[in-house]
Structures are given as structure tokens and as C-alpha cells.
């Protein structure tokens, strides 16, 4: 085929030139004896015009239908002034056909290729017909960004010094994590693989390595239930480093994303990026990845309810550990009945046992509570909160981390009613960075009755609090981060323990795993520290959620080329799928029904 432009790339200089295009028929109009069809591939669409009298030529153009790939010869011609279409790039010019080869006929289509109608499909149905779907110039549009963002970041990653180095896919299992894929191993029978969910231990043996400076486009696989922004399988861009501190680490991601902004969208971020303490965020937005797009903040009223009438506030306030705090969503006092059962359905479904409220409207205060509130209280809370006619103010009463789990979702949710209701702007292109730092390093877990880690097990404590491990090692902080842009985690990492005795001690003493399980995981890993570990410390970076940002989307579904449902179904390949009974005996592998439910 001797294509010699694509279909964006015409122009009136062109005018007079014998040319040959290919691609897919996107409409086709006949219009008084002469047919036009808009041709379309990857780049875009030029017109093409058959003109009566052509014979054949004219004959088979009529009979064409959408989506049908041709190739077409023809002169190229400059358009009228008043036929000059400015919607195309090519709009100031036409090709009149010579020649018509139909490569394939296309049958009638399950759902229209028109980008607005077909974004009202059932989803499902796109997906069943993803080859379809992608076609689309929207979507292909969105793989185009993807590449582009890959691009940037690789071409920052080699400007920095890092080298790209590819890791196992095939590790072992690690069952304090996320649910892993099990893959059987026919060589070791009753022995398997996890499908890896992060490079996290190849890569800090990089650094023992000597490698420095190491980084990949990282394909990983985590059996979770899923939603829009999780899929089974999903790349993250893998970093680490040795040598380095912190505040190396931050330079490095925000020049990263500074340069992929500019690169995908032609945005300038302004760095460095603010920073806020863990705790700072739960106490004003009541989640460690807040948006702080609006305000909305949460405040604190646990002094002011200590000697309340209210007993309800009184016992929380007087309770060590827990609080009373509240949230002003100003102007949403016209909550409809629906509207306010099910903010106190998200409030219990955190813990809460309801939802307090009080409505401002008509120069009162609208609630069963505000009878207990002394005259100081109802001012405190009036000054604090910058109480209006038209608002509405939601309290949590309960241990501190409920309260601002609590509230956190009760924010985000008024948000997005008052967004609904023409109230409140948040445009997708704020792009509102944030590092969230000093996280706790460990977690009580009550049912096991253990500290968990809040990070992973590799991560490195503050120096001063390091201490702390052998007596309070909830006051201890890590050296994590997180990096969030309009309330959504764009990627984690931290600096990683890299002294033997130290990282043992986490395990066994803080951690409370066996040491026998502590050597079956991870005993390599503490071998290769005693070799000389360099300091080091990395971070991953969500691809997928990168892309969906900059393109304004919420479910990175739709930047991936070929996504799962949220029953982790492909439709398209109708995957996953049965296996046959002599696949089974090789892998020593035997299937059991699910039993029926009583």
C-alpha cells in the first residue's frame, strides 16, 4: 500500500497533488448525485469526494458503509470559501477520487462510533466490543496521552541517571499484603508463584546491587475487589535510590510530574509542592489524601462540649482518645429527605450510630440537639464555624480516628451534592498537589492483637523517634509519603531500613512474626543488608491513575487499552476462563465445587 499522507495532514499547499489515503469510512453523505465520505485513521479526517459520471467508481462509493477500510487515490482540491469546514484540520480542503479498493466491509455496528452516543452505551457492551470501542477517536486519543506520559517520564528518568532494569514477575508469596494471584508451578509440584504486586524487594535488592539509581514501568497484580480506579493488573513507575534523603525524593517526583504536565497537557506546575503532616490532614479533611480544592474543613469542639448538657458530646469529650468535631457544608441546608438518609448511611457505615445535624435556615437553628446547647456554645460554634443562613453543620462524636473517618466522607460527599447543585466548582484542570507526610509507622490491630506496619515492613523510622520502637511504637513516625493531587493518591514510597539488626528488630520485636517466618520470606533480604546496604529509599507512582488525571477522568478504565469489569471479567477475550482436566493433572491441581447455600 502506498499511502502518502495520513488524514490530518493535507492542506491547500497540498492542492494539485495525486495522493493516497487509507483508513475507515466515518460517515458518508450523498448529496445530489455526488457521495462524500469523511475518511479517518489514527490522525484524523479528510473529506473525499465521488463525483458523478465515475462509473463503478461512484457505484461501489454509494454502497459503502461506516467503518468499512478503504483505500483511496485522488487530487487534492482546495475547498470554497463557503464549504471551508473549521471543526477539521483539513477542513480548507477535499480529495476527489480517482481510485476506491475496499479492503473489508464492515457489518452493521452493536452501539454507534460517534463519541457522544457512544459514551451512553452500556458499558459492557463497549467492552465486549473493545476493538470497537477504542477505534473512537476520544479513546485512541487517550492511549495517544498514555504514550506521551510514558514518554516524558522515561525521558526525565534517563536525564536524572537512572537506569531501567526489569524484574521477576514470578515471586513469592507474601500473605501480609494485598490478595495475591497464586500461579501453580508445574516444575514444584504443590508449590506456587504469587503474581507480583510490587517490585517493592527486587528493588532494594538493587540498591545492595550497587545500582544506585533504578527505575521501570512496572507491570503488578493484586487479587482485589475492584472499583474505578483499581484493576487486577495495573503498572506503577517504580523508583528507587541509594543515597539519598527525603527531600531528594521530593525534588525528584515533582520534577517528574512537572515535566510529564507539560509535556501531555502544556501546563506549568508550580514546585515545589506543599506539605502536610498525616495528622494535619485527618484533623481539617478527615483522610490522608485529601482534596483541597475547597474548604469545608473539619473543627475540633471536644474542650468546648467537656461540661454540656448534650451527654452525647459530654461523654465523648471526656473520654480519652475521642473528640467531638463538626463540618459547616454552607449552603446545603435544602438537603432533601433522600439526601440526608443517605449521608447518614455513609456515617454509620464508618462506625458512626448517626448522624447529628442542624439546619440554618429562616434565622433558626433546625435540630433535636441545639436544646441542650448553652448560649456560649451556640456562639462558639457559630464563630468557628462561620454559621449562616442556608447552612447546615454535621457533628461526629467518637474516638479521634472514627470522627475524621466520619467526617472526612461526610465532606466529600456534601461536595459533591453542592457541585451538583451549581454551588461548588471543581474544575479538572486545578491540579492541587500535596506530599502527605509523617504517617504513623505502625498500627494497633485489635483483632490481632499486634502492631501492624501502616506503610510495609521495609519502612524507616524518624531518626529521633526510633527509640520509641521498644516502648511506644505508636508514636513512632515513618519516613513515608504520599503524593496526592485533587484527593487522590497518586503514588506512595518511603526511605527503607537498610541496617540488618534494625529491620530484624521490626520484624520480631515490633511486628511479632515468627522468626521462622521472618527467615522463610525474608531471610535473604537480611542476608544481603549484612553485605553492606547502602541508605536508600524509593517510591511508586500509579501509571493508570497519572493518565486518568490528566486526562479528567475518574475510572482508569478508561485509559487502560483493554480493562477488566469490576467482576475482574475481560469480555472482549471472555477471560478468565475453564481449563481442561489434563492442564489440572500437570500442575497437581484439583478443583472443588462451592457448596449450596442452606
Not at 546 to 552: I, W
Request: hydrophobic share 40%; proline share 6%; net charge neutral.
Amino acid at each position: 500500500m502506498k499511502r502518502t499522507h495520513l488524514c490530518n495532514a493535507l492542506r491547500p499547499a497540498d492542492a494539485g497533488k495525486t495522493v493516497t489515503l487509507v483508513g475507515w469510512v466515518d460517515t458518508k453523505r450523498d448529496l445530489g448525485g455526488v457521495t462524500f465520505v469523511d475518511l479517518r485513521d489514527r490522525e484524523g479526517i479528510t473529506q473525499v469526494v465521488f463525483r458523478p459520471g465515475q462509473g463503478s467508481l461512484q457505484e461501489n462509493a454509494q454502497r459503502l458503509k461506516s467503518e468499512s477500510v478503504i483505500e483511496i487515490t485522488g487530487t487534492v482540491t482546495a475547498r470554497t470559501a463557503d464549504t471551508v469546514n473549521p471543526k477539521l484540520a483539513t477542513g480548507s480542503i477535499e480529495v476527489v477520487a480517482s481510485h476506491l479498493t475496499v479492503h473489508n466491509h464492515c457489518q452493521d455496528l452493536p452501539f454507534p462510533m460517534d463519541d457522544d452516543k457512544a459514551d451512553k452505551v452500556n458499558e459492557d457492551l463497549r467492552l465486549e466490543y473493545r476493538y470497537l470501542d477504542l477505534r473512537r477517536p476520544r479513546n485512541l486519543g487517550l492511549l495517544k496521552l498514555r504514550h506521551q506520559a510514558a514518554r516524558a517520564i522515561r525521558a526525565e528518568m534517563d536525564q536524572q541517571g537512572f537506569i531501567e532494569v526489569e524484574t521477576p514477575t514470578l515471586f513469592k508469596s507474601t500473605p501480609e499484603g494485598a490478595r495475591e494471584f497464586l500461579v501453580p508451578s508445574r516444575l514444584n509440584p504443590g508449590e506456587f508463584y504469587a503474581l507480583s504486586q510490587s517490585p517493592q524487594q527486587y528493588k532494594q535488592m538493587l540498591m545492595v546491587a550497587g545500582v544506585e539509581r533504578y527505575y521501570q514501568m512496572a507491570r503488578c497484580y493484586r487479587d482485589e475487589d475492584l472499583r474505578a480506579d483499581r484493576q487486577p493488573e495495573f503498572t506503577q513507575v517504580d523508583i528507587e535510590m541509594s543515597f539519598i534523603d527525603r527531600e531528594d525524593m521530593y525534588a525528584l517526583i515533582e520534577g517528574i510530574l512537572k515535566r510529564t504536565w507539560k509535556e501531555t497537557l502544556g501546563v506549568d506546575l508550580p514546585t515545589p509542592f506543599p506539605r502536610m503532616a498525616y495528622q494535619e490532614a485527618m484533623n481539617r479533611f478527615g483522610i490522608d489524601k485529601p482534596d483541597t480544592r475547597f474548604g469545608l474543613e473539619i473543627q475540633d469542639f471536644t474542650a468546648l462540649f467537656k461540661n454540656s448538657a448534650f451527654k452525647v458530646f459530654q461523654t465523648a469529650a471526656n473520654t480519652p482518645g475521642s473528640v467531638v468535631r463538626a463540618i459547616n457544608a454552607k449552603g446545603l441546608a435544602d438537603l432533601t429527605q433522600g439526601e440526608l438518609t443517605n449521608l447518614e448511611t455513609i456515617a454509620k457505615s464508618q462506625g458512626a450510630k448517626g448522624l447529628a445535624f442542624i439546619k440554618c435556615e429562616g434565622g433558626e437553628w433546625k435540630s433535636p440537639i441545639t436544646k441542650f446547647f448553652s448560649p456560649e456554645e451556640k456562639a462558639a460554634l457559630e464563630k468557628q464555624l462561620n454559621i449562616t443562613d442556608g447552612d447546615i453543620i454535621f457533628f461526629a462524636a467518637a474516638p479521634w480516628e472514627q470522627a475524621s473517618n466520619i467526617l472526612g466522607r461526610i465532606r466529600l460527599e456534601s461536595a459533591a451534592l453542592l457541585k451538583a447543585k451549581g454551588r461548588l466548582s471543581l474544575p479538572t484542570d486545578q491540579y492541587n498537589f500535596l506530599w502527605v507526610i509523617e504517617f504513623p509507622l505502625m498500627l494497633w490491630d485489635e483483632e490481632e492483637k499486634r502492631y501492624l506496619s501502616a506503610h510495609h515492613p521495609f519502612t524507616a523510622p524518624v531518626v529521633e523517634d526510633e527509640p520509641l520502637l521498644a516502648t511506644d511504637p505508636a508514636k513512632v513516625r515513618g519516613q513515608h509519603y504520599d503524593i496526592v493531587l485533587n484527593g487522590v493518591e497518586l503514588g506512595g514510597g518511603s526511605i527503607r531500613i537498610h541496617n540488618p539488626v534494625v529491620q530484624k528488630r521490626v520484624f520480631e520485636d515490633v511486628l511479632k512474626i515468627p522468626q521462622d517466618i521472618v527467615e522463610s520470606r525474608f531471610g535473604y533480604m537480611l542476608k544481603a543488608f549484612s553485605y553492606g546496604a547502602p541508605p536508600h529509599g524509593g517510591i511508586a507512582l500509579g501509571f493508570d491513575r497519572v493518565v486518568a488525571m490528566l486526562a479528567g477522568r475518574s475510572s482508569i478504565r478508561d485509559i487502560v487499552a483493554f480493562p477488566k469489569t469490576q467482576r475482574g471479567q475481560d469480555l472482549m477475550a471472555q477471560t478468565p476462563g475453564a481449563v481442561t482436566p489434563k492442564q489440572l493433572r500437570e500442575l497437581r491441581i484439583r478443583t472443588v465445587e462451592e457448596e449450596p447455600k442452606a
